[in-house]
């Protein structure tokens, strides 16, 4: 069974920096695809950014494109995403997402994902 613990929220003042971190086990993630989305209070859960566990592809939403960076530490089995130059837009519960046969032009879609941790919050204060 995969399991995905978030980690690494919290408060920041705008124009700071967080790094969030995604504990995977219980799989073979040599495979599969790894994402991050986020859902801010009152809306629906959006996509921010994914990659796939080689690291050659990675998708990153608009709204977050060169403040946001995903990576993976695979002796660790660990995804990051660092978030730098955040707004108060960015405020949201933050989750980590895997997709276990990522294939086709939807790989990264929050529903083409397989396993979900429960998130953490991120709190941007203006």
């Known amino acids: 069974q995969v399991q995905l613990v978030e980690s690494g929220g919290g408060l920041v003042q705008a124009g700071g920096s967080l790094r969030l971190s995604c504990a995977a086990s219980?799989?073979?993630?040599?495979?599969?695809?790894m994402g991050w989305f986020r859902q801010a209070p009152g809306k629906e859960r959006e996509f921010v950014t994914a990659?796939?566990?080689?690291?050659?592809?990675?998708y990153y939403a608009d709204s977050v494109k060169g403040r946001f960076t995903i990576s993976i530490n695979n002796a660790k089995n660990t995804v990051y995403l660092q978030m730098n130059s955040l707004k108060p837009e960015d405020t949201a519960v933050y989750y980590c997402?895997?997709?276990?046969?990522?294939?086709?032009?939807?790989?990264?879609?929050?529903?083409?994902?397989?396993?979900w941790g429960k998130g953490t919050l991120v709190t941007v204060s203006s």
């Open positions: 997402a895997a997709n276990l046969s990522p294939r086709g032009s939807n790989w990264y879609a929050a529903g083409s994902m397989d396993y």
């Open positions: 990659i796939n566990w080689s690291g050659g592809r990675s």
């Open positions: 219980g799989g073979t993630f040599s495979s599969y695809a």
